[in-house]
């Protein structure tokens, strides 16, 4: 039984961990995603305040920004005052792409300012054409500022941006200002939130599988084990008695018995059932001091036991059922008579029936009902041990 107990323990284990996993999968991608969607956020708003301060300030000097656009002279003041602003902005946050950009058509944009080093490959000349996006459109047509989804654009990485519109002097858009952010730090914040989480989830599970593992053994107990007697209950009969019938395939000896207590409804209606019980669980006690380790005790019925004895001949679970027969006949139990002070004496007996098989492929409940009609004869006589024969 040991070995149903443990078998047991890791059932319910796998069972609990397989409920976690569940519960886990659902909070991770819950808690996941709205971080995320949180953080991608901030990045956002961070991205749009930005992109609408630097176009207030290229709006309110709008007239050498036009002047510019005309020129497209690299080597202007201008530029380089520009430059010197966009780079100034680039290396105190995340952002990689400063620029400005005007409508040429309803399909396409023309850059004017790039905060990018003149010198790099990524950077775009005044006069360079691009393909106009709806989020560059919506700034251009509402005058409102406007964020740029994440996208992954390859060797540039993964970026997320905001557009805000830079104005004329009549409150007519002229150009917009677009800035891209370097999304490697929402990449870098999601990752530190899951080790968090991770190792918040395993120390959670070690201390619930911690807890699940101590209190098996009281769950088990409850399911198999009988309060009174502390013999097993009647639903680990096919567990237990189930396993070792298939053992006995391999020409191994199995016996059983029946045991049922003589006249026991009487006792309950004479001295009470405090007093049954007590006999009961004496009883139970006195059986289990005689039997092997081996073996295994379980309360069938009200006052019937079911002993299971692995590897016993028949003549041998003959001679355990006398034994136990007489050591119950011996023991006496005390009991008060009515209201007197003196305490009388009582002995019960018990009826056993045995059965035995090697080799025999039987069900659980043909295997107890041979011992049960031994037993049956046995409780002719009363006080009695009767061993089942096979008839042919």
Not at 196 to 205: E, P
């Amino acid at each position: 039984m040991k070995r149903n107990f443990l078998n047991y323990r890791i059932k319910l284990l796998c069972f609990c961990f397989a409920v976690w996993l569940i519960i886990v999968t659902i909070l991770h991608i819950t808690i996941y995603n709205t971080a995320r969607q949180n953080i991608e956020i901030q990045i956002s708003r961070g991205a749009l305040s930005t992109a609408v301060a630097i176009a207030h300030v290229i709006s309110n000097d709008i007239e050498r920004y036009k002047a510019f656009e005309e020129s497209g002279d690299i080597t202007s003041d201008y530029f380089k005052e520009m430059q010197t602003l966009f780079q100034s902005v680039k290396e105190h946050t995340y952002i990689r792409f400063i620029y400005t950009e005007s409508m040429l058509d309803e399909e396409t944009v023309v850059y004017i300012l790039d905060g990018t080093d003149i010198e790099h490959e990524d950077f775009s000349a005044p006069g360079d054409l691009d393909e106009l996006t709806p989020q560059a459109e919506y700034v251009f047509r509402t005058g409102r500022p406007n964020l740029y989804p994440l996208v992954d654009y390859g060797e540039w990485g993964v970026l997320i941006g905001a557009a805000a519109p830079i104005f004329d002097t009549d409150g007519s858009v002229h150009s917009i200002l677009g800035v891209s952010v370097d999304a490697s730090t929402l990449e870098y914040y999601l990752n530190n939130l899951q080790i968090g989480l991770y190792t918040t989830y395993l120390v959670i599970l070690t201390i619930l599988m911690l807890l699940v593992f101590r209190s098996s053994a009281s769950i088990f107990d409850n399911m198999y084990i009988d309060k009174l007697t502390g013999a097993y209950t009647k639903r680990a009969v096919e567990t237990i008695l189930g396993k070792e019938i298939k053992k006995s395939y391999n020409k191994k000896d199995l016996s059983i018995m029946m045991l049922d207590l003589d006249y026991f409804k009487k006792v309950n209606d004479i001295f009470g059932h405090n007093f049954g019980d007590d006999v009961l669980s004496s009883t139970a006690h006195l059986v289990l001091g005689m039997i092997r380790q081996t073996d295994c005790l379980i309360r069938y019925g009200g006052e019937e036991f079911l002993l299971i004895l692995p590897d016993t001949p028949a003549d041998k679970a003959f001679e355990v059922a006398e034994r136990i027969r007489i050591a119950i006949s011996k023991k006496s139990r005390s009991y008060r008579e009515g209201d007197k002070n003196a305490h009388s004496k009582l002995n019960v007996t018990i009826s056993i029936g045995v059965a035995h098989i090697n080799n025999e492929k039987i069900s659980t409940r043909d295997f107890i009902e041979r011992a049960d009609n031994a037993l049956y004869k046995a409780k002719e006589d009363r006080n009695k041990v009767v061993l089942y024969t096979v008839t042919k």
